[in-house]
């Protein structure tokens, strides 16, 4: 039985993650701060997929969480998605520099540090990988949260080009706005997006996990998010930031 490590695992993606790779038959290890939701959510997947599930209380803005976490990944773990994350409100100088540091931690050293210790054991039997949820602000700066996530995609080509061919592969998933408790966690006001560009959860990892096994370095599911990517990547870089500022701003 494959076993996947899920940060983040209680809600939104990372609970969708959850859902989906315990009805494929994975061994799961739950990673929040959460203990309670992650014992409620254990005994679900098991009473319904009997899956063997472990969880793991860990806060990865702490030293000691991500050492906890990297300490599991390092262990006999076939599938790592590195989905914990949080949004600010604000903008760089009206938010406390610990949050932002915080953010970085979650972001991109958490990341990093899980990435590192799972690879190995992945190479080394030729199987797995990891899939890191960045987000299509990546693409659109604005703020630490689109810097975060675009170091996300950076780092997670240029180590799949690293592992090319050992049968490890690792992927940069970049949902678009996705129903979940993100944006209540982080007091966003998402009243002005349209319905038109809400993803599905569940619809989403489905098409993710799809793109994973095809090797499929930077995953945009949806082909709204694609056509929007693909406009930042070619329009000139100081058009998008202002652009991008300007839409941050009618939040």
Not at 88 to 116: K, P
Not at 176 to 203: C, K, N, Q, Y
């Amino acid at each position: 039985m494959p076993t996947a490590l899920v940060t983040g695992a209680t809600a939104g993606i990372g609970a969708a993650f959850a859902r989906r790779l315990a009805a494929d038959g994975f061994a799961l290890v739950l990673l929040a701060r959460d203990t309670e939701r992650l014992e409620q959510a254990a005994e679900q997947y098991r009473t319904a997929h009997g899956v063997e599930v472990e969880i793991l209380s860990a806060d990865l803005t702490t030293e000691a969480g991500l050492a906890d976490a990297e300490r599991r990944a390092a262990r006999d773990v076939d599938l790592v998605v590195n989905n914990a994350g949080f949004g600010q409100r604000g903008e760089l100088l009206g938010t406390e520099l610990s949050e932002e540091l915080a953010m970085l931690r979650v972001h991109c050293e958490a990341v990093l540090r899980l990435t590192r210790a799972a690879l190995p054991g992945m190479t080394a039997r030729g199987r797995g990988g990891v899939i890191n949820v960045a987000s299509v602000a990546a693409f659109f700066p604005r703020g630490t949260y689109s810097a975060s996530k675009a170091w996300v995609v950076t780092f997670s080509e240029s180590v799949c080009q690293q592992v090319a061919g050992s049968g490890a592969h690792v992927m940069a998933l970049c949902p678009g706005w996705v129903r979940t408790e993100f944006h209540e966690r982080s007091d966003m006001d998402t009243s002005g997006i349209p319905d038109a560009l809400w993803l599905d959860a569940d619809h989403l990892v489905d098409a993710a996990i799809r793109d994973f096994r095809r090797g499929v370095p930077v995953s945009v599911p949806d082909s709204r998010y694609k056509a929007l990517v693909g406009l930042g990547r070619v329009l000139p870089r100081r058009l998008v930031a202002r652009l991008s500022a300007r839409a941050g701003s009618h939040h």
